[in-house]
């Protein structure tokens, strides 16, 4: 695992835009000096990204410290990533404190939309540890490769087996976890040659309701899924390349006990096929083209509630096409990347009321009317190379955003608030940012400067009677919104020896037309027992900083300790706390390892969240800290190759809630848990 991306703002932002528009001519100036330059250095200049790697499949138990843990789990140790939980399955994952409509999340450099307007089906949700090498965390304007954002992107990449003469590879992944009685199994199986290679993988996790710190039960979180990856490659010569993946994945009986709602059914199939070439004697290094296809199921369930005031049937579905097609290459000084995407999203979602009077009529409405939307973007990437220690990074990006309701009863009820609205609307979004990088002797450190724009999502533009538990109010999108801008600043500074790594990162962003919900009156709710309506609105200004200290120290071969640090600080324009920003939190370990055997000790905790927003519905969380123990050994038995890893969470069996819980629901107890990995 190592940490790349980092961050310190500074600059003022009143006057930011203006010096934004000075990179583009800063860019091109730059140019013919930078040619003109004797540059013998060819080393790629490093990207500001951090990368969590998981582990190839033959290796992933000696990755982690909890080998077949959640995708979500892992995500965390990112000083950018935090979890929203709604129950003990599918987080939702916040990126520099901010939620999904802000970020993006990608399989593969794929664009998947989830079919849940109450976010019960996040994109992390759809793959498994199992069948994953690493994420790539990338902060800001520095993830616009694959589409507009603000927060930055986080990009799952599957496993390759890869063209090499490895021939037959079998694993077997099994574990146990006390708390909730999860059962997980899974294997793969893999086959390579210099020509040809395919990975499958499988996945099966069943778990019952979990218990809390004081031992009480937590209702309705228990779980059941199981996944299907594969992915198979085939040669055609030494430079060209045509690989055809796939993805299965269905939840069943899923339990949300902060929410009113269960989910019955979470079903999505993920398929791509995809064309590499690798020219020969050419600038162009590499040229990349992948089609891809998507579709989601989700369906919301209470019928195992107690107590429901009238029932109800959610169902959501989301179809995405797209494609993308990139090419990196070098020419003298300059590491370019070239990146034209596209997709087209169909996201539909409805609500069916059962009075408990069989005499009254059913009540229908769609709560996503049926939203097409066509994206094209278009993003350039400029790294040039100043000398061996430094390089300057420059990325420019245009796109256009299309919306369009196809669904003529959904546009008439959203008429009822917006009588002048059309069926279609257009947007233009871009994004620029410059990032100077050095890096000698150990030593590192960075800034830079960036400027994107996004559009509402499905729900903010156009969501129907959206019921939010969290303040308790039925939201109502609005079309009319203005496209979210960000101005950000970031920087970073390191220093790394032969046993000390530390590094220091930080973000600002300062957002304009921040898009929320801001309660209306005169307007009834269509939910029982809601506090009213809220209809998206924009903000003048929202503001957010992050800022995350890593530091790791080997003391010699066998005894390592880690630490880090991370504070962040949001408001709006009006000096009210967002919501969902993190307190200052910490995490530390102690690990030893010696030949096949290693154990770790960890702490980690939250401060008191003091900074919480009673006017978006929060509440004050204590401060909490857990202590976890793990240990593992590895043997051989003949040809066949054995790990066991068991370890204990929570061991204080501390009762503890924090500021990223939905309504305040309680985490685990103790856990003990058992995995034991079998490979030939």
């Not at 004797?38 to 790697?53: A, G, R």
């Not at 279609?424 to 990032?435: A, D, F, G, P, V």
């Not at 004050?620 to 370890?647: E, M």
Request: net charge neutral; hydrophobic share 35%; with cysteine.
């Amino acid at each position: 695992m190592y940490w790349q991306q980092s961050y310190w703002p500074f600059c003022n932002f009143s006057i930011m835009k203006k010096k934004l528009y000075g990179f583009v001519l800063l860019y091109f100036t730059s140019i013919p000096l930078f040619a003109q330059d004797q540059v013998t250095d060819t080393v790629v200049p490093k990207t500001l990204k951090e990368v969590i790697v998981i582990g190839k499949k033959t290796q992933l138990y000696q990755q982690q410290n909890k080998p077949l843990a959640a995708v979500e789990e892992y995500l965390q140790q990112s000083g950018k990533v935090g979890m929203i939980k709604r129950g003990s399955y599918a987080w939702e994952p916040i990126l520099n404190n901010m939620t999904t409509e802000r970020t993006l999340i990608t399989i593969d450099g794929m664009r998947v939309f989830g079919a849940c307007t109450d976010k019960m089906d996040p994109i992390t949700s759809y793959v498994e540890i199992s069948n994953l090498s690493e994420a790539t965390i990338t902060s800001g304007q520095q993830g616009g490769n694959h589409g507009a954002t603000i927060g930055g992107s986080i990009d799952l990449k599957r496993s390759r087996s890869g063209f090499v003469n490895s021939g037959w590879d079998v694993l077997i992944n099994s574990g146990f976890e006390s708390n909730s009685n999860q059962k997980i199994l899974g294997s793969a199986v893999n086959y390579a040659n210099n020509r040809f290679y395919i990975d499958t993988d499988f996945m099966y996790r069943d778990a019952e309701n979990y218990t809390a710190g004081n031992n009480q039960e937590v209702l309705f979180s228990q779980f059941r899924k199981f996944n299907i990856s594969a992915t198979s490659g085939f040669s055609f010569d030494e430079n060209k390349m045509l690989e055809a993946s796939l993805i299965y994945d269905k939840a069943t009986d899923v339990g949300y006990p902060a929410l009113p709602m269960d989910v019955s059914l979470a079903e999505a199939l993920i398929t791509s096929l995809k064309f590499e070439y690798v020219p020969k004697a050419s600038n162009i290094k590499n040229w990349e083209t992948k089609i891809y296809y998507n579709t989601i199921t989700h369906r919301m369930d209470d019928t195992k509630r107690p107590f429901v005031p009238i029932h109800m049937d959610m169902p959501g579905w989301s179809d995405t096409y797209g494609f993308y097609s990139k090419a990196k290459g070098v020419f003298k000084s300059h590491h370019f990347t070239v990146d034209l995407n596209s997709f087209y999203n169909r996201s539909v979602a409805e609500m069916t009321m059962y009075p408990s009077d069989p005499n009254e009529s059913l009540m229908f409405m769609f709560t996503w009317p049926d939203v097409r939307t066509l994206y094209n973007g278009l993003f350039v990437e400029d790294s040039i190379l100043l000398n061996s220690q430094s390089s300057l990074k420059f990325s420019v990006s245009a796109a256009n955003h299309s919306n369009v309701i196809a669904n003529d009863l959904g546009l008439e009820s959203l008429q009822i608030f917006y009588p002048t609205m059309k069926a279609s609307k257009n947007r233009i979004l871009k994004s620029i940012s410059s990032n100077y990088t050095y890096n000698k002797n150990g030593f590192q450190y960075g800034f830079g400067l960036a400027y994107g724009e996004r559009a509402p999502s499905v729900s903010e533009g156009y969501g129907f009677y959206l019921f939010n538990s969290f303040d308790r109010y039925d939201y109502i999108g609005n079309p009319e919104l203005r496209n979210e801008k960000s101005s950000e600043a970031n920087a970073f500074i390191g220093f790394r020896t032969k046993k000390l790594s530390t590094k220091i990162s930080s973000s600002y962003f300062h957002i304009s037309n921040y898009i929320v919900g801001k309660p209306t009156e005169n307007m009834i709710p269509m939910t029982i027992g809601a506090s009213g309506i809220k209809i998206y609105s924009a903000l003048n200004y929202a503001t957010i900083f992050n800022t995350d200290l890593d530091i790791e120290y080997q003391f010699d071969m066998n005894f390592r300790w880690a630490g880090q640090l991370v504070y962040s600080y949001g408001q709006d324009y009006e000096k009210e706390n967002l919501p969902f920003i993190s307190p200052l939190r910490y995490s530390a370990s102690f690990q030893y390892k010696v030949e096949k055997f290693s154990s770790e000790i960890s702490v980690q905790g939250n401060a008191v969240h003091a900074q919480y927003s009673l006017f978006y519905g929060e509440k004050r969380t204590p401060d909490y800290a857990i202590l976890n123990f793990a240990s593992s050994y590895a043997f051989q038995v003949d040809h066949s190759k054995w790990y066991v890893k068991a370890g204990a969470e929570n061991i204080l069996d501390q009762y503890y809630t924090t500021f990223s819980d939905w309504n305040a629901i309680p985490r685990k107890g103790i856990n003990f848990f058992l995995n034991i990995s079998f490979g030939l």
